[in-house]
């Protein structure tokens, strides 16, 4: 299902030129490509351990999922200077440094103490094994995908919090400009 959603997207995006130039579009077509890539990775199914394959499948979806939670951020970022500022960004190239550069460096990081593997009745991913440092494992979870993963969530937890108060604030002007004095 996720290959069907993703293809949808990135095939109404190639169909209908009109929507290209709309930012939002644009952003959620990054969102798309990401998890394409992560379900197609993961599609792969289980594979043998220390295999070429099996890496490609363990750095790779490490990779685009979290360069998926990072454009989701931008697009928070998006809605953020919408509601706020009314602007759009212009230049993207920082984003595109960020959301496509930044998550190599945590993706490659477990490769010093080879913590790329099969898991039990899974996908590979990261695993402890027996020549890697005690809970190298958990360590590794944490610093290449699940902090970057909760520091996302706090942004767009905090960002969202931002826009509602915006929104409302807006609202409660707009009902207040529509009141007229009965004197």
């Not at 798309?32 to 990775?41: F, S, Y």
């Not at 697009?75 to 920082?94: A, C, D, F, P, S």
């Not at 991913?125 to 890697?132: G, Q, Y």
Request: proline share 5%.
């Amino acid at each position: 299902l996720s290959i069907i959603g993703t293809v949808l997207i990135l095939f109404t995006y190639y169909k209908f030129p009109r929507l290209r130039p709309y930012r939002h579009v644009e952003l959620a077509v990054y969102v798309a490509v990401n998890d394409l890539w992560a379900a197609i990775e993961l599609s792969l199914g289980q594979l043998q351990s220390d295999s070429p394959a099996c890496w490609f499948q363990g750095m790779g979806s490490s990779y685009n999922f979290l360069s998926s939670v990072m454009w989701n951020s931008v697009i928070t970022y998006q809605i953020y200077l919408i509601v706020h500022r009314g602007v759009i960004i212009e230049n993207m190239t920082k984003f595109h440094i960020i959301c496509w550069g930044f998550p190599l460096f945590p993706v490659l990081l477990p490769l010093i103490t080879n913590n790329y593997g099969a898991n039990a009745n899974t996908w590979c991913f990261l695993v402890n094994r027996p020549d890697s440092p005690k809970n190298s494992m958990f360590v590794w979870e944490i610093m290449s995908f699940f902090f970057f993963l909760w520091l996302s969530v706090i942004f767009n937890t905090v960002v969202f919090s931002l826009i509602i108060y915006r929104l409302k604030e807006m609202e409660c002007a707009e009902s207040l400009s529509a009141y007229k004095p009965l004197y």
